[in-house]
Nanobody, 114 residues
Framework: QVQLVESGGGLVQPGGSVRLSCAASGTSFSIYNMGWYRQAPGQQRELVATITSAGSTIYVDSVQGRFIISRDNARKTVYLQMNSLKAEDTAVYYC????????WGQGTQVTVSS
């Protein structure tokens, strides 16, 4: 099984940008579909973006045009570039292997506040 570690979160002002990283260990990373999810206080965990093994991407409407998901198979890392951040983007962000029984990372906090 793959293990995932997220990093890059922190405090950012509205309108700012942050890049999150999700580093994977184990084998077969290049064939996995991956996703970024987030969970705000008192809210359900929601899908933010997905990227397939072939590089196709999907975004939730609320982040379309602002966030970019990408992957570097050589480094076994998935990224989430977050631009034009809003207060409502504040959440713990998690990466996930999008398959049955897929692994979750531990999460990284992103706080958007002035």
């Amino acid at each position: 099984q793959v293990q995932l570690v997220e990093s890059g979160g922190g405090l950012v002002q509205p309108g700012g940008s942050v890049r999150l990283s999700c580093a994977a260990s184990g084998t077969s990373f290049s064939i996995y579909n991956m996703g970024w999810y987030r969970q705000a206080p008192g809210q359900q965990r929601e899908l933010v973006a997905t990227i397939t093994s072939a590089g196709s991407t999907i975004y939730v409407d609320s982040v379309q045009g602002r966030f970019i998901i990408s992957r570097d198979n050589a480094r076994k890392t998935v990224y989430l570039q977050m631009n034009s951040l809003k207060a409502e983007d504040t959440a713990v962000y998690y990466c996930h292997v999008n398959r049955l029984g897929g692994s979750w990372g531990q999460g990284t906090q992103v706080t958007v506040s002035s």
